[in-house]
C-alpha cells in the first residue's frame, strides 16, 4: 500500500503535490518523493513523513506546473532511501513513474530485462520494471511526438508482461501526463479536473480525499485495464486496454483508505459503519454480557460506534492514541511493530476498571498489537476483554502491495476462533464474515460484482499466481525481514 498523485496545474505543482500527499501520508510512512518538471526534472526524496523530506528550500527547488509525488509503504525491498519514489529515466525523451501495488513476478522480470534488453535495474523498487518495460516499448516507436496509440501500446507491454497490482503515474517530458490501472483494478486511482485557468488543470491519485484538498472536482475512478493520456494540448484521451474482472481490494474499506475517501463510489466511512451494523447482529445472538464497547483507534471508531449505538450499549474511547507514533501495521518489522504499540496507545483505566469490555478493531494479522492491547486492558482492570474484529480472518498471503505476503505471520493460520482468542489473550473473539463484508460495500453499490478478497479466502484474481511464485515471494519477503531485523539490532 503506497500513495500516489500526479498533477499537471495552472501553478507551482509542488503547491498541490504538498497538500495532496499530506492527505495520503496514512498510506505510507516510511519515504516521500516527488519529481517536478519545466523543462528539466526537479527531484526531492527520501525516508520520512512529508512535511519532514519537504522542508522550505526543498519545495522552493521543485519548480514546475508539472509533478507526480509518493508516498511509501515498502513491499518489495529493504525500504532504503535508493527505493524512493518516484523514479526516473533520461530515455525516451525523459521519463517519471510512481506507483501503487506490487509485481508478483518481479524476479523474473528483473532477470530478463537485464538479460534480454541489459537494463540493471538499480533498486529493490518493483516501480523500476513498469518504468522500464513501459519505456523499452516507447523507445521503438521512433517518434518526434508520441500519439496516444503509442501510450497505449506501451501501457499494453506492461499488462503483457506484469502480473499482481499497480496504479500507475507517469510524466514523459514534452509529451504528458500518463496514468493507468491493472486489468483487475485492485488498487484505487481517481482522476479530477480544476478549472482554474485558461486550461483546465488535471490531477490524478490513490484516494479522493487527495483530490478534494488539491480543489480538484469532475472526480472519477480509472477504470480496471484502462489508460488516460493527457497529451501535450492538455486533450483527455483514454483506452480500455484490458477487460479484466474488477476486483478491487476489499481491505480498502476496512483499514487503508480514509473514511472520507470513495473507493469505487463507495464512501469508506459508509461501509466502516455497515460493518458495525452487521457485526452487532452477530454479536448480538451470542448473548454477551457488555459493559462498554471500546474502539482500538482510529480505523476502528465509525465501526465501534455503530455497534454501541445498536446494541443500545456505552461507547468510550478508553484507548488513547499517540497520533505522533507511526500506524502499527504498516511499520516494516514485526520488533518496531510490537514496541510500537506500548508508545501508541494508552487505556484510560476509570473507563475499564471491573467492566467487561467489547474491544473492537479493523482486523487481527499478526496478533502481536491485539495481544498488545488485551494485555493492556487487563492491567487497567478489565473484567472481561470480547474482541471484535470487523473484517474476517486473514489467513493467506497478500501478493498485491500489502506487508502481509507469508502464510505464518497470520495468528489465524491453521487456528479457530477459540484457538486464535487463546493466542491472543482475549475471552473471546468475533470475526465478521466475508459475506458480510461483501455486502457492506455492496449496499453502498451493488454494481461492484467482485472482489479481491485473496488474503481471506486465498482465492487470486489475476488467476496467475501459481504456488511456486507464492513460495519465491514468501522467500523474497522472509530475506528482507531478516536483513531489517538485522539492522534495528
Ligand atoms: S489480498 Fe487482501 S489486502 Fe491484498 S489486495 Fe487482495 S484484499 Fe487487498
Same mark, same amino acid.
Given at each position: ?7 499537471? =496545474? #495552472?501553478?507551482?505543482?509542488? /503547491?498541490? %503535490?504538498?497538500?495532496? *500527499?499530506?492527505?495520503? $501520508? @496514512? !498510506?505510507?510512512?516510511? +519515504? ?68 501503487? =501495488? #506490487?509485481?508478483?513476478?518481479? /524476479?523474473? %522480470?528483473?532477470?530478463? *530485462?537485464?538479460?534480454? $534488453? @541489459? !537494463?540493471?535495474?538499480? +533498486? ?366
Amino acid at each position: 500500500m503506497c500513495g500516489v498523485i500526479g498533477v499537471w =496545474g #495552472n501553478g507551482p505543482a509542488i /503547491r498541490d %503535490l504538498y497538500q495532496g *500527499l499530506l492527505a495520503i $501520508q @496514512h !498510506r505510507g510512512q516510511d +519515504s516521500a518523493g516527488v519529481i517536478t518538471f519545466d523543462g528539466r526534472f526537479h527531484a526531492k526524496k527520501g525516508n520520512g513523513l512529508v512535511h519532514d523530506i519537504f522542508t522550505p528550500e526543498a519545495v522552493a527547488g521543485l519548480r514546475g506546473p508539472i509533478g507526480i509525488g509518493h508516498t511509501r509503504y515498502p513491499t518489495i525491498g529493504g525500504g532504503g532511501d535508493e527505493d524512493a519514489q518516484p523514479f526516473q529515466l533520461n530515455s525516451p525523451f525523459g521519463l517519471i513513474m510512481a506507483h501503487n =501495488g #506490487n509485481v508478483a513476478n518481479y /524476479r523474473e %522480470l528483473r532477470d530478463e *530485462l537485464y538479460r534480454d $534488453q @541489459h !537494463r540493471l535495474l538499480n +533498486s529493490d523498487c518493483d516501480v523500476e520494471i513498469i518504468l522500464n518495460l513501459f519505456a523499452e516499448s516507447l523507445a521503438h516507436e521512433r517518434m518526434k511526438n508520441l500519439e496516444p496509440e503509442h501510450i497505449f501500446r506501451a501501457v499494453e507491454a506492461v499488462y503483457n508482461k506484469v502480473r499482481g497490482s499497480y496504479s500507475v503515474i507517469a510524466y514523459i517530458a514534452d509529451q504528458g501526463l500518463v496514468a493507468f490501472r491493472d486489468p483487475y483494478g485492485i488498487k484505487p486511482l481517481v482522476l479530477g479536473v480544476r478549472r482554474d485557468g485558461l486550461v483546465p488543470a488535471y490531477a490524478f491519485a490513490s484516494e479522493t480525499v487527495s483530490l478534494n484538498i488539491m480543489n480538484f472536482g469532475e472526480i472519477r475512478d480509472v477504470e480496471a485495464g484502462e489508460a488516460v493520456f493527457i497529451d501535450r494540448i492538455r486533450t483527455v484521451h483514454h483506452k480500455r486496454i484490458r477487460r479484466g474482472c474488477h476486483s478491487p481490494c476489499l481491505f480498502e474499506w476496512v483499514y487503508f483508505a480514509r473514511p472520507d475517501t470513495f473507493i469505487d463510489k463507495v464512501n469508506v466511512y459508509k461501509c466502516r459503519v455497515n460493518l458495525g451494523r452487521s457485526l452487532a447482529q452477530q454479536i448480538r445472538r451470542m448473548k454477551l454480557a457488555i459493559d462498554v464497547v471500546v474502539p482500538v483507534p482510529d480505523s476502528a471508531r465509525d465501526a465501534a460506534i455503530e455497534i454501541a449505538r445498536k446494541l443500545d450499549l456505552k461507547y468510550s474511547e478508553a484507548l488513547v492514541k499517540n497520533r505522533y507514533i507511526g500506524r502499527t501495521f504498516i511499520m516494516p518489522a514485526d520488533a518496531k511493530r510490537r514496541s510500537s504499540v506500548r508508545q501508541k496507545l494508552n487505556p484510560i483505566a476509570s473507563e475499564i476498571k471491573g467492566k467487561k469490555v467489547l474491544l473492537v478493531d479493523d482486523s487481527i494479522v499478526r496478533g502481536n498489537t491485539s495481544r498488545a492491547i488485551v494485555e493492556m486492558l487487563r492491567e487497567a482492570g478489565a473484567r472481561k476483554v470480547y474482541f471484535a474484529s470487523y473484517s474476517p480472518p486473514l489467513r493467506h498471503p497478500c501478493v498485491y502491495g500489502i506487508d502481509m505476503q507469508t502464510k505464518t505471520e497470520f495468528v489465524a493460520q491453521d487456528a479457530d476462533e477459540e484457538a486464535i482468542a487463546r493466542k491472543i489473550g482475549a475471552d473471546k473473539v468475533i470475526y465478521q464474515t466475508l459475506d458480510a463484508l461483501k455486502k457492506a460495500v455492496q449496499q453502498e453499490n451493488p454494481k461492484i460484482r467482485h472482489f479481491c478478497a485473496a488474503c481471506f479466502d486465498g482465492i487470486y484474481p489475476t488467476g496467475d499466481i501459481t504456488p511456486d511464485l507464492l513460495e519465491d515471494i514468501e522467500a523474497d519477503r522472509k530475506s528482507a525481514h531478516d536483513a531489517q531485523l538485522e539492522l534495528n539490532i
